[in-house]
């Protein structure tokens, strides 16, 4: 119940600190910086976090169900916008994946390892 506590009170803290900066960034972000922090600081424990974490990532889909809902409802607005929504979403998934591929190898790289070595 404890790591409940650590990921509530991050994800609240990251809230309250993205309504008073005027939020540019999201509370949600803010609170997984926090809790990043917090754990690499061992300011708290990740044994304590770890079995919570697990649960909600592997209930994770459930969170994505209001989205595609909303979707749904605003199709009419999408639809004169499909063709620019589409190209926005292929390019921002492609670019992810490159920057994320890059940041892997230089990481790699700075850490001496080959091939994906552990």
Known sequence: MTGFFY??????A???LSRL??????GS???????????SLRWVDAGKV???A???LGIMALFFVPVGV????AYGSVEGNLMAVSV??????????????????????????KGGER
Not at 7 to 12: D, E, G, M, S
Not at 29 to 39: C, E, K, P, S, Y
Not at 99 to 105: F, L, N, S
């Open 54 to 56: 697990r649960f909600i």
């Open 88 to 113: 926005a979403t292929v390019v921002s998934t492609l670019l992810v994946l490159v920057v994320v591929g890059r940041m892997q190898q230089w990481w790699d790289g700075r850490a001496g390892r």
């Open 21 to 26: 900066t005027g939020g540019a960034v999201p």
């Open 29 to 39: 972000v803010i609170g997984m910086v926090l809790l990043f922090a917090a754990l």
């Open 7 to 12: 990921i509530l009170a991050a994800y609240l």
């Open 14 to 16: 990251g809230t309250a």
């Open 70 to 73: 909303g979707l749904v409802d």
């Open 50 to 52: 770890r079995t919570p």
